[in-house]
């Protein structure tokens, strides 16, 4: 067995750890689980930690359980205070399973005959049967509510909202994620639960709940919560949440969030979120440090979590796509940008609307800078940066000559102004 412990220690992903964990994995494969809230049909970069977790435990020799909470995404969150863990029905939850069974696939085998391959559970599957009466008289009285009233989150929650108070669906969510752990103790012989530093509370009550009812011996094991240097919040942009599908966060977009880390985050992160050696991350600090400008820390870690994320192709497409506002880019490579990818390249550029036939006739270019899109504020000015040769259409340079047609379309729908270096513009033909 590799030491798995020895793994995450040094890259900084060990928070607590249960007493003789190490000792009990060295001995022989494991199984141990993490929990992953189902109410998206995604995973966003939060969750990466986990299934790094999970991926670095399978590469130990041990086998890893993913487990969707299909049962407490049936409950929603109970504080009332995440809009983002509504009340599911099952259909959705399913279907939110499936999907993100696929994500994982992309970095957990499995599909291997490996005694250590991957599995994917749902709590909802052996939630759905045990009535309230079962509950409580098979689960609930293994636990005092002294011993529940002392674990920091409901301490932490009670006293923080005195005034709002907390649901007795939160105060006993510690005992249904305790049952989790038990069942696939029972189960599937899963001897450690993994989470972030705030479920230690949690975690334990399952470890109590098997030393209680199975006289057995669990464990418990957390990361830290993934902070950013600045103090905003990690996995969060503009726009929300960094998810996994592309269709909600492009390539392009994650590509740039993890390629705009601050030089702090990135020595972490490169440790967290890849699968690089010690040896490999070591030169590479040394390296950026010598010369942070080149910024070869961010640029390895955007790299390869993307290619882990998504694909190769999609990061090639990314560093493309990237090229268009740092680089020398064409007409042509302008032209190969996807509609999607073009729209994130040129998020927040100014735009406006030429109908298709006016295009289709041809506009001069003193018209098109000035009257039709307000990119310039007269014709003379429009006519002076002409003039001076500043002026580019999707890219290539043009003279006061200049007509624009529907052979300068980027995807049949868009032309790119710029003026100097810096100021762009997007013309949609409709």
């Known amino acids: 067995m590799k030491n798995f412990i020895e793994e995450v220690t040094w890259r900084g992903m060990l928070h607590d750890v249960m007493p003789g964990t190490e000792e009990h994995l060295m001995e022989q494969m494991r199984v141990a689980y993490v929990g992953i809230d189902p109410t998206a049909d995604s995973l966003h970069i939060g969750h990466l930690v986990g299934v790094m977790l999970l991926k670095h435990f399978q590469i130990a020799g041990h086998k890893p359980l993913a487990l969707v909470g299909g049962a407490t995404g049936m409950i929603g969150d109970p504080s009332g205070k995440s809009n983002e863990r509504n009340l599911l029905d099952e259909p959705t939850l399913r279907h939110n399973q499936e999907a993100i069974q696929k994500q994982l696939s992309r970095f957990l085998d499995f599909t291997s005959e490996a005694p250590n391959a991957a599995e994917l559970v749902n709590n909802y599957d052996w939630m759905k049967e045990i009535s309230f009466?079962?509950?409580?008289?098979?689960?609930?009285?293994?636990?005092?509510?002294?011993?529940?009233?002392?674990?920091?989150?409901?301490?932490?929650?009670?006293?923080?909202?005195?005034?709002?108070?907390?649901s007795f669906t939160e105060f006993t969510y510690q005992l249904v994620q305790g049952y989790d752990f038990l069942h696939l103790y029972k189960a599937k012989n899963c001897t450690l639960q993994m989470g972030g530093s705030d479920q230690w509370g949690n975690i334990t009550t399952g470890t109590e709940l098997v030393r209680r009812k199975e006289a057995g011996k669990a464990y418990a094991l957390t990361c830290p919560l993934?902070?950013?240097?600045?103090?905003?919040?990690?996995?969060?942009?503009?726009?929300?949440?960094?998810?996994?599908?592309?269709?909600?966060?492009?390539?392009?977009?994650?590509?740039?969030?993890?390629?705009n880390t601050s030089d702090a985050d990135a020595e972490k992160y490169i440790k967290i979120f890849t699968f690089l050696s010690k040896e490999v991350i070591e030169a590479l600090v040394i390296e950026h440090h010598e010369a942070p400008h080149l910024r070869v820390l961010q640029k390895r870690l955007a790299e390869e979590v993307t290619i882990m994320a998504h694909s190769k192709l999609d990061l090639e497409n990314a560093i493309k796509a990237s090229t268009i506002l740092f680089g020398n880019a064409?007409?042509?490579?302008?032209?190969?940008?996807?509609?999607?990818?073009?729209?994130?390249?040129?998020?927040?550029?100014?735009?406006?609307?030429?109908?298709?036939?006016?295009?289709a006739a041809g506009i001069e270019i003193i018209a098109v800078l000035n009257e039709k899109t307000g990119f310039f504020k007269s014709n003379g000015e429009a006519r002076r940066a002409l003039i001076?040769?500043?002026?580019?259409?999707?890219?290539?340079?043009?003279?006061?000559?200049?007509?624009?047609?529907?052979?300068?379309?980027?995807?049949?729908?868009?032309?790119?102004?710029?003026?100097?270096?810096?100021?762009y513009f997007v013309i949609r033909v409709v």
Do not use: C
């Open 133 to 166: 009466l079962d509950f409580i008289r098979d689960i609930g009285k293994h636990l005092t509510v002294n011993y529940m009233m002392a674990k920091d989150s409901v301490k932490k929650r009670l006293s923080s909202d005195a005034a709002e108070g907390m």
């Open 226 to 259: 993934i902070t950013k240097a600045d103090g905003t919040k990690f996995g969060k942009s503009e726009g929300g949440n960094i998810w996994l599908d592309p269709a909600r966060t492009s390539a392009y977009k994650f590509y740039q969030y993890w390629l």
């Open 330 to 359: 064409t007409a042509a490579d302008l032209k190969a940008l996807d509609e999607a990818t073009f729209l994130d390249v040129f998020d927040g550029v100014p735009q406006a609307e030429i109908a298709k036939e006016e295009v």
């Open 388 to 423: 001076a040769n500043s002026i580019s259409v999707n890219r290539e340079k043009v003279k006061e000559d200049f007509q624009l047609s529907s052979n300068d379309l980027i995807n049949n729908q868009f032309v790119l102004l710029q003026s100097g270096k810096k100021n």
